[in-house]
């Protein structure tokens, strides 16, 4: 059955294309409806993905929201089909729809819960804490709702601005992981089975070292 909405409002996106870029003035939202988008600060080299969103994802709502400038850029990661909303459909939607409307206040309250988690990321005092909490937080943030195992960049400049330690602490912490099975690193990306359970690992670590 055809989608009304995309129908209407629905264009399809190249793997490679650049939806927005950071600092310029946000007029559109996007939904995904299909492929998916990363999205990411800086530029080239120096650039630290914050997300990779997939099918149901809402991308540039904050932006339409505030009026403010884009907080970062978002470029196809994979052949896309997507829904284009500017502000007054945008208005529309949310009074005609509910769903959309309920959908929206989910994702705004799930950026709230990103924040919470960042927070909770830096009131650990220990090194190892806070790179587990902090790859937790990464692996949410790029997975979605989905479940199962996730690829990260294995970005270890940004993981040390993230937890607010010293390069070598955070180092030492992914060796130990890595060496414990919980992370593998291959190809500049680290690769998670079950970050849920990256708090388990970390006790059983601690219970080795105790009794050494």
Known sequence: MADPLFSKYGRSARA???LFTEGELGTEMFVVRSGEVRI???EDSSSKTLAVLGPGEFIGEMSLLTGQPRTATAVVSKDAELVVVGGRVLEEMIVHNTEIALRLIRKLARRLQVADSLIAVLVHRGASERVIENLKRLSSLHRGQRKGPVVLDADYEAMTEQVGLEPAEVKEVMSRL??????????GAWSIDSPEE???VLGLLKLKEQYK
């Open 40 to 42: 990411f600060v800086g």
């Open 178 to 187: 890595i060496r414990a099975g919980a992370v593998k690193e291959s190809e």
């Open 16 to 18: 490679g294309e650049r």
């Open 198 to 200: 990256l708090s388990e």
